[in-house]
C-alpha cells in the first residue's frame, strides 16, 4: 500500500496534537449495542417516507450549493425549541451544524484559539477536551464531586480562578447523567468572564428546564448547544444545532465552512422534524426503562449513578476493562469510559435491557 512505511511520528504535527488518541467509541457488529447514547427505537415508516421523498425533492437541486444559512430548516428548528422550552426564539437564535460536535467546534474556532483555553468539569463528554486540542485551545478540567455532580462553590471557585475564555456544562452530563438546576448554572454564568456553552446534547430526557431560559439575561456569554440524535432519534442524519443572541452567530458565520450543511441533510431534517412528536413520544417509554434499569442494577448490588438521561453510569467493578469485555463476550457492547470501576449503558428498548441485566447479573454473581 502506498505510505505504508511512513509513520505518524514522521509528520510534522502540531505540538499540542503529539501522543493525542482520536475519539474511539467502539463500532462493533454485536446482538446488542448499548454504547453511544442513541435512541434506540428506529424510524417509523412515515418518516422514512418523508425523509426519502423530501431527500428525492432536493437531490433535483444537486447541481446548486445549499443554502449556505439553512435558513428553512433553523426556522423549523426555532419553532421546535419555542414550543419545547417555551422561551420564544426566531430563526436568528438557531445555529445549525453537521452534529452538535461541529457546533461546539465552530464555538472554539471563534472564542478559544491560541492563547486561549476552555474549562469543562470532568468527568463529562470526552470530546470537550478533544476539540479543544483540535482548535489549539488549552484545556483546564475541574473535577465534580465524588458523587459526579457539580459542586457549585468549588466549580464557581475554579472559574474565577482561571478566567477561562470558554466554558462546558453538560447537562445532563455525560458519562454521568445527572442535570444541573438553574440556579446552579446562574451562578457559574455570574462567575464566568468568557462564554459558556450549555451542552444539551441529551436535554429532552432531563426533568431540569432547559438553559434557554436563562438567553434573554445573559445574551453576551450564554450559547445552548442541542442535537438531533439523541431523543430525535436522527444520530445518523447528523444535525446539530445552538440557540444564543442573533449576534453569536453573526460570530460563528467568520469561522463556518460554506455550504457546510449539505442539501440533503438539510431536506433530511426538516423532513424528520415533521414527525417531532411521534419521535419524543418514545422518550417517557426510555425514561421508564431507564428507571427500570436503574432499580434493577441497584438490586444486584451496583452503585448506580442517579440518571436524568437515556443512560446509566453504574458501578462496582474490581477491574471495568475486564468487566466490558465481559459484556462484549456476551454480546452486549456497553461503554468503559475510563472512570475507575464504572462503566455507562444506555438504555435500550426493553429486550435489550433484558440481555443487558441478565448478564449484569451473572458478572454480579462472579463479581461486587
Ligand atoms: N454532547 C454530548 C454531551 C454528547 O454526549 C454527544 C454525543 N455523544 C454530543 C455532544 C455530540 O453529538 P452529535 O455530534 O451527534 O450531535
Known amino acids: ?3 505504508q512505511g511512513v509513520t505518524l511520528a514522521d509528520l510534522p504535527l502540531r505540538d499540542n496534537l503529539r501522543g493525542k488518541s482520536p475519539y ?10 448499548l454504547n453511544t447514547n442513541e435512541n434506540p427505537h428506529p424510524p417509523s415508516q412515515a418518516l422514512i417516507d418523508d425523509v426519502a ?22 426556522s423549523d428548528l426555532a419553532d421546535y425549541l419555542s414550543a419545547a422550552t417555551g422561551t420564544p426564539l426566531s430563526v436568528d437564535n438557531i445555529w445549525a451544524a453537521n452534529g452538535s460536535n461541529e457546533i461546539l467546534q465552530q464555538i472554539l474556532q471563534a ?5 486561549r483555553s476552555a474549562m469543562g468539569f470532568v468527568p463529562s463528554y470526552s470530546m470537550h477536551p478533544i476539540i479543544s486540542d483540535g482548535t489549539q485551545t488549552r484545556w483546564v478540567p475541574a473535577q465534580r464531586a465524588d458523587d459526579f455532580t457539580l459542586d457549585v462553590p468549588r466549580a464557581v471557585a475554579a ?13 445532563p452530563n455525560n458519562p454521568t447523567g445527572g442535570s444541573i438546576p438553574l440556579t446552579d448554572l446562574r451562578a457559574i454564568l455570574d462567575a464566568a468572564t468568557g462564554i459558556v456553552i450549555v451542552d444539551e446534547a441529551y436535554g429532552e430526557f432531563s426533568s431540569q428546564p432547559s438553559a434557554v431560559a436563562l438567553l434573554d439575561e445573559y445574551g453576551s456569554k450564554l450559547i445552548v448547544s442541542r442535537t438531533m440524535s439523541k431523543a430525535f432519534a436522527f444520530a ?9 443572541a442573533p449576534a453569536m452567530i453573526e460570530a460563528l458565520l467568520l469561522v463556518r465552512l460554506p455550504y457546510h450543511l449539505s442539501v440533503l441533510t438539510q431536506a433530511a431534517a426538516r423532513a424528520a422534524l415533521q414527525h ?5 413520544g418514545n422518550v417517557a417509554a426510555i425514561a421508564a426503562e431507564r428507571d427500570r434499569v436503574a432499580a434493577a442494577l441497584a438490586e444486584l448490588g451496583y452503585a448506580v449513578t442517579p440518571s436524568d438521561s437515556n443512560f446509566i453510569l453504574f458501578g462496582g467493578f474490581a477491574d471495568a476493562p475486564a468487566s466490558w469485555q465481559r459484556y462484549l463476550d456476551r454480546g452486549v457492547l456497553i461503554r468503559d469510559v475510563g472512570i475507575p470501576s464504572f462503566l455507562r449503558a444506555t438504555i435500550g428498548l426493553p429486550a435489550e435491557n433484558d440481555a443487558f441485566l441478565k448478564v449484569s447479573a451473572e458478572l454480579a454473581a462472579a463479581e461486587p
Not at 474511539?24 to 449495542?33: E, K, N, S, T
Not at 425533492?57 to 445549499?66: C, T
Not at 472564542?111 to 492563547?115: A, D, L, N
Not at 417531532?276 to 419524543?280: D, I, Q, R
Open 159 to 171: 472559574v474565577a480562578e482561571h478566567k477561562p475564555d470558554v466554558i462546558f456544562v453538560t447537562s
Open 236 to 244: 445518523g442524519g447528523r444535525l446539530g444545532y445552538l440557540a444564543a
Open 24 to 33: 474511539g467509541a467502539p463500532q462493533l457488529q454485536v446482538p446488542v449495542i
Open 53 to 74: 421523498k423530501a431527500v428525492a425533492a432536493a437531490a433535483e437541486d444537486l447541481h446548486r450549493y445549499p443554502d449556505r444559512d439553512a435558513v428553512a430548516l433553523r
Open 1 to 3: 500500500m502506498p505510505g
Open 276 to 280: 417531532s412528536a411521534e419521535t419524543l
Open 111 to 115: 472564542f478559544g484559539g491560541p492563547g
